[in-house]
């Protein structure tokens, strides 16, 4: 059985840190691409950061680039986002996405949520 479980959201005040964490099983991790997406109420979900299978490749959106970083630890099937220097503006369900693009299948989480306000 296929699982994506996030972890680690929460309320924090602008220019705070979080760790948000996915824990994955059911599938091989090492060989599917992780994606961190993010939806703000009213708005659409949106791609934040993603990492290849082997960690050697990240991508990061405009708006987080030098303040979020992607990680992912192969050998406990875990991918992180580290987000520092939070804004008001980061605020939203973040979602871990996994996919494998040659099966073309793809694995979503539940969400976990961000809130950042003082």
């Known amino acids: 059985q296929v699982q994506l479980v996030e972890s680690g959201g929460g309320l924090v005040q602008p220019g705070g840190s979080l760790r948000l964490s996915c824990a994955a099983s059911g599938f091989i991790f090492s060989i599917y691409d992780m994606k961190w997406y993010r939806q703000a109420p009213g708005k659409e979900r949106e791609l934040v950061a993603d990492?290849?299978?082997?960690?050697?490749?990240?991508n990061y959106a405009h708006s987080v680039k030098g303040r979020f970083y992607i990680s992912r630890d192969n050998g406990n099937n875990i991918v992180y986002l580290q987000m520092n220097s939070l804004e008001p503006e980061d605020t939203g369900l973040y979602f871990c996405n996994a996919v494998q693009t040659v099966w073309k299948t793809d694995y979503w989480g539940h969400g976990t949520q961000v809130t950042v306000s003082s």
């Open positions: 990492i290849t299978g082997s960690g050697s490749v990240a």
